[in-house]
């Protein structure tokens, strides 16, 4: 694993379209976290399941918002 990361070309245009995706995913994944998706109160498959859907309902709602918000103004 060491070797291949000091392989990397860190400048390349790849490299740098992969980046700021993962970026985008960890900041994604850290609002989930901040809702709890990392330890459910719930005890059946399909309670979680519902919960984590609802958790990522509310986050594209909230990005939505952001992103017309940004448009009005």
Do not use: C, W
């Not at 694993?1 to 850290?30: C, K, M």
């Amino acid at each position: 694993g060491a070797r291949i990361r000091h392989q990397l070309d860190r400048n390349s245009d790849r490299f740098q379209q992969l980046y700021a995706q993962r970026t985008a995913v960890e900041r994604i994944f850290s609002q989930a976290v901040n809702l709890g998706i990392e330890r459910p109160k719930l005890r059946t498959q399909a309670a979680i399941a519902n919960q984590n859907t609802l958790i990522y309902i509310l986050i594209n709602l909230r990005t939505m918002q952001r992103i017309e918000s940004y448009i009005t103004q």
